[in-house]
């Protein structure tokens, strides 16, 4: 581990969606998963709430890491493992995927080497490890080099860059096993109906209005609301246990999303805690789960105003704007079968070079 810690690792820092993280090659780093953990440890910085010592974020947004690698199985591409480390505690966990990280896995595997480019698009399959399921990504490779200029825009992002689109197969039960891991559409916890889904993301959604609060309140107001946060913590440790994902303390799943009726031309208002800190935005997957939730008739659909047309589209609501998501669902089945789920994000390559860990916390 000292060698690792002096020679450094070769690393590439990504914007994907609305989050950041260290992109990884799988072969740079140490085979046994608790050297490998302790190593992305010390290289974050994780276990002070600046990540001082590390180039983490000091946010659980800009604390996440990707390791790639390429598939072994004949319907994906590239394998890609998705880690979400603690800040200001060194905790790492492999429990959940990460959509927005996601988004920058095809672009990273081009650039490493690990997958051809198309003279102008590529098309790749990703197998997200962490639940066992395959994304199809299709991003812009003019002269088969990533292109991560362009015009697409999403909320939580300055600014504007080349679209990547996300297309998800089998991510019901990703985590927990089943779409609706409690087997019922709709739970009372702690006297607050709440809806628990797991469509690539296991969340609990439950009406802004019922724990006290709009949903329409700023970030910075929620995010100072001890009382609140309390309530969510209890809410999602009973949950946990519901769904099959026993102690939840210190996991960052499940994810829990107060909804309310939208206000700027949406179909739902969110707000969304990680595990009990409000997120600036909403997660893909997550917002993935929630609209899974509505579509089914759980807990918050009389608040939603669906779109009309033949199209599965869904524009979701959220502190920093909007985000669209695509949900193909079967509600006459018992429970409702996920035809097809996707999203359109960003990404862009920040930085790619050679990353240095704390030799004191790399052991």
Known sequence: MSGLADAGIRCMMMRGGTSKGLYFLADDLPPDPAERDALLLAVMG???????DGVGGAHPLASKVAVVSRSRRDDADVDYLFLQLGVDSPTITDRQ???????AVGPFAVERGLIP?????????????????VVTAVFRTPGCVPEYAGTASIAGVPG????????????????????????????????????CVDNGMPVVVARAADLGITGYEPVAQLA??????DRIQALRLTAGKLMGLGDVTSLSVP???????????????????????????IGVLGAVSVVTALL???TGAELASF???DGHVVDVEHPSGHLQVEVNLDTSSDPPRVLSAGSVRTARKLFDGTVYPSAALAR
């Open 46 to 52: 994780s276990g002070h709430p600046m990540q001082v």
């Open 97 to 103: 995927n990460c959509g927005n990280i996601l988004a």
């Open 117 to 133: 480019a198309g003279p102008q698009t590529t098309t790749t399959r990703i197998r997200m490890v962490n639940s066992d399921s």
């Open 160 to 195: 504007t860059a080349a679209p990547i689109v996300l297309r998800f197969t089998d991510t019901a039960g990703s985590t927990t096993g089943s779409l609706l891991p409690t087997g019922n559409l709709r739970d009372v916890i702690d006297g607050t109906e709440v809806t």
């Open 224 to 229: 100072s609301d001890e009382k609140l946060a």
């Open 255 to 281: 994810k829990t999303t107060l909804v309310s009726a939208s206000r700027d031309g949406g179909a739902i208002c969110t707000r969304t805690f990680i595990p009990v800190k409000l997120h600036d935005s």
């Open 296 to 298: 089914a008739g759980g």
């Open 307 to 309: 779109p009309s047309s």
